[in-house]
């Protein structure tokens, strides 16, 4: 290696760390009442180790970890340049367009950027066991996080933009009111295999602990 690509790594370090003060939007959008507010690089903290519980425990055959590892290291990145977006953030419209843009942006002088950006697609377009793996752990660690969230929301203070959200609308009515009911939801359509039987658990125990907390 030279000096030019020592200083590459550290500029990417740098870069890279915005991530850790880059707070979670939904949580912010649901006006989380808690002294710390979940950031970017937690999440993918999170992710990352959820796939290894998963791995290591259910061991799921024929799956690259480390390729399901690096994906999910890898997505978040272009919310380094545009930032975390909601599902009630109006820039989604061209989220697709404008993250394209952003990871070029970062990893234009990287010898494997190639690899990387293919990486990133392969997540994206959800077209093998690895992307649909670590989607599906990004999903469920969100419904995992909403339920340790769960007495830390005033949802009498939730955002305009989540109230009237249709979706969010569809749950209350169908009687889900809790956050990490309505998170769980709304995601159960995307799980399959393990992942659906572990959010029909998760279910199971919010229903068993939100009677608890009503009687």
Not at 9 to 32: D, E, Y
Not at 47 to 68: E, F, R, S
Not at 136 to 144: G, I, N, V, Y
């Amino acid at each position: 290696m030279d000096y030019k690509q020592f200083e590459q790594i550290i500029n990417f370090h740098k870069l890279s760390t915005k991530l850790k003060t880059t707070l979670r939007a939904g949580w912010v959008t649901w006006h989380l009442e808690d002294e710390r507010i979940e950031s970017v690089a937690d999440h993918i903290f999170g992710t990352c180790m959820l796939a290894v519980a998963i791995y290591g425990t259910i061991k799921p055959q024929n799956l690259d970890i480390n390729k399901v590892i690096t994906m999910l290291m890898l997505h978040e990145t272009e919310e380094i340049i545009i930032g975390d977006l909601t599902p009630v953030d109006p820039r989604l419209a061209t989220q697709k367009q404008d993250g394209h843009k952003a990871v070029l942006e970062i990893f234009k002088d990287f010898a494997h950027a190639e690899h990387f950006l293919d990486l990133i697609e392969e997540f994206e377009e959800n077209s093998t066991p690895e992307a649909r793996f670590a989607r599906q752990c990004d999903k469920f660690e969100a419904d995992l996080q909403a339920r340790l969230y769960e007495t830390n929301f005033n949802l009498n203070k939730v955002s305009p933009q989540v109230k009237n959200f249709p979706k969010i609308q569809e749950l209350n009515k169908l009687g889900y009111t809790d956050v990490c009911e309505l998170f769980l939801q709304n995601d159960k359509p995307k799980f399959s295999g393990d992942f659906l039987e572990m959010a029909n658990f998760l279910e199971k125990l919010e229903k068993e602990e939100k009677a608890k907390r009503q009687n």
